[in-house]
């Protein structure tokens, strides 16, 4: 069965279900039960590979003694044993004293989920479909989670909600390859959506990771926020299925209630990589958390403040943000100030509207700083559209390939021989705090269209169209003594 067929043949069943009450409660179902899928195939594989491995659920509260038989529990009996006895038992995992890190994970991804079918008989139908069709020890279906959860996300979008959490795969792979991870070093995403800019970090490292001491340094070294319920269970599945067997660190949480003077230099990292959700605005009463001349409710502006925090000495970031940032006033000036003055702000890539699309229009930028300043000069380098595009769709979207424009002009790793070309420029630390910290520097080397005077390009329409009716009265009258000479024939 292909994906496509696969997820929709699920819906499918779940829309006959009373219970279930639009698309983002079917995702959200179908989530939860791919997590128990994925998390027993894990299971079978770990009991092969770990001998102290330990299960932290009850044998019967295992998928495959509940789920896998295609002929076992179903109807009232099924329904029963879910809401009864199945999500009590994971729920309590998160507060139980005792349990093991396996079963914090279960705990943390079952403590906001929730079973809203009401047929027995159609929960086993959608058991058995994903069952029949879905073996992630096989290294082919593994792989398939990663369409699966595009999937998810396109039919996210549908329901009104996927931008929030949503970065497209070559945004995430460019900032991670030239951020450049390396393993030991300490990588924070503090609102990671479904994991996609830490999976992407992982698999930068796995080529690094030689030995069973470098696996576990790398297992430690990746660390994630996520306040919603539906992608921090996307991202632990993801984490599970990028090798990351314990993703303890992945917590769900809100990043932003924690008050800034409480995270000390323990919580310090040395790489953050991240797209915060941009354009919200915080709950009453979150700005208190963070010292008084950065307190706005600009959900975005405060994860900045909290990023220039978190950063080690010497640590680097590369922060998704909108263009309000950079001309933006208040406390976005505050941030923007310090930025220059306490750390290097060296690049920042504007991407062209489209970026985002279908989620949202507006145009981002990727700011690129070091934790160590004062900025001497910021370097702009403007992402051009591929040769005959105007936008970005969903049928085409931003590659990858696109960046090697930056790549190529990048300078390495120390960023040297950095040439002012017809995407890049650079502005002076100087001139930028002049402009009052206002970051939204046009390209110079744009070739500016001079449109003319209005009033002159009007008499100028208005003789043109003189001309054009004086030709058409001139060609009527040709035409109309060519027939009169020839008698009216044709």
Known sequence: MSLATLIKSIQDIMRKDVGVDGDAQRISQMCWLLFLKIYDDKEQEWELTHADYKSPLQKRFRWSNWAKDPEGMTGEELIDFVNNNLFPALKQLATKAGVSEHGRVIGSVFEDAYNYMKSGTLLRQVINTIEDDVDFNKSNDRHLFNDIYEKILADLQSAGNAGEYYTPRAVTQFIVDTINPQLGESIFDPACGTGGFLTCAIEHLKSQAKTTADKKRLQKSIHGVEKKPLPHMLAITNMMLHGI????????????????????PRDRVDIIITNPPFGGMEEDGIEKNFLAKHQTRETADLFMALIMHLLKPTGRAAVVLPDGFLFGEGVKTTLKRELLEDFNLHTIVRLPKGVFAPYTSIATNILFFEKGGPTKDVWFFEHPYPEGYKSYSRSKPLTIGEFDLEKKWWGGAER??????????????????ERNYNLDCKNPHEVTVEHGDPDELMAEYLDITRQLQAAQQAL???????????????
Do not use: C, F, M
């Open 245 to 264: 067997e314990v993703p303890t660190q992945i917590r769900h949480d809100n990043t932003l209630s924690r008050p800034y003077k409480d995270y000390g």
């Open 416 to 433: 040297k021989r950095r040439k002012t070309t017809e995407h890049a420029w650079k502005v002076s630390a100087k001139d930028i705090a």
């Open 476 to 490: 009527k009258t040709e035409l109309l003594a060519a027939l009169k000479a020839t008698g009216g024939k044709a």
